[in-house]
C-alpha cells in the first residue's frame, strides 16, 4: 500500500494488521501516560507530515497532528486558503511541490478526483482524510472501536441509518471487508455510492459478510449489534438542509430504533452530531453510545496507519 485513498486499498489482511497496531499503540500510549514516562515514539523521527484541509475538521484535524507529534515527527497543518492552492494553483502541483519537503501528506478535500490529481502527482504516501466520496480514516476508528466492544467482527452486524454518504461508503468497504453484516437504512435517492456497494458485496463475498441496503431503517436496525449515524447534511451540501431535514426525518435514531437492535448494542456516530436530527439525545448521551471512545480512536488508528505507510518500503 503506498497511499490510503479508498478504503479498500487496504487488504483484508492489512486491515487487520492495522487496527492490531492500533491496539497496541494504545495500550502503549496508555501505559506512558499512567507510568509519566515520555508520549514521543521515534517511528517518524526527523519526518514531516503535511495535513491539508479544505472542510472545517475538529477531529481528524487534531487527531493527526497529535498523531504526528506522539510519533516523534513534525506536523504541518495547512489550509487552502493560505496557500497558492486558494490562488488558482492546481492540487497536482501542489501535491508535487509538498511531497519534495514532506514525508507524507493527509488530504481532507471535496472530489475524490482533487484527492487522485494530487495523490499521483505526489511522490510520497497520501492520506484520504475526508472526501465526498470516502472518509476511510474514520471507518478504521471505527472498526477499532467495534473490536474492543465485541472481539472478532466476523459475523458481526452493523446497521448504518441516514444518508448513503462517505462515512457510510467507508463502512460499508470495511466492514465487508472484516467479514460483518452491513445494513444501510437510507431513504429512496440517497443510497451509497453503486460502485462502492459492487466493492463491497465483492469484499463480502470473500470474507463471509454480507451487504444489505433498504429503506426501512427498522429492517437495517433489527437484531444489530451496533446502529451508527452521521449528519444528515455533509459539508458541501448547506444549500439542501431544508429539504434533507424533512426527508430524513423517519431515519432519526431513537430509543426506540435502538430496541430494534440487539439488547446489547451500542450507538455509534462519527461526529460532528446533531442532537434532534440524525439521532436524539437521549440515545447519543445515553449508556449505550461509544461516540468519544470512536473519536478518540482516530487518534491510535491513524497513529497506526502512519506507521504502516512509512515504514512500508522498509
Ligand atoms: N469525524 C470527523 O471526521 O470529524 P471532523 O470533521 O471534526 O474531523
Ligand atoms: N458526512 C460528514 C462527515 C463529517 C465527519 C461530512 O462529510 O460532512
Redesign the pocket.
Known sequence: MDDFLRTDDLTPETLQAVLDLADQLKADRRSRVSSTSTLIRSDLHGMTVALLFE?P?T??RVSFQVAVHELGGHPLPLSSAELQLGRGETIGDTGEVLSRYCHAIVVRTFGQDRLDELAAAAAVPVVNA?T?LE?PC?ALADLQTLRAEFGALSGRSLAYVG?G???ANSLLLAGAMAGMSVRVGHPDGYAPDPDIVARAERLAGDSGGEVVLTDDPAEAARGADAVYA??WT???QEAENEHRLEVFAPYRVTADLMDEAADDAIFLH???AHRGEEVTAEVIDGPRSRVFDQAENRLHAQKALLVTLVTAGD
Open positions: 472542510k475538521s477531529r481528524t475526508l465526498d472518509h474514520q444518508d454518504n462517505n462515512v452521521d449528519v455533509s459539508m458541501g462519527c461526529l460532528p
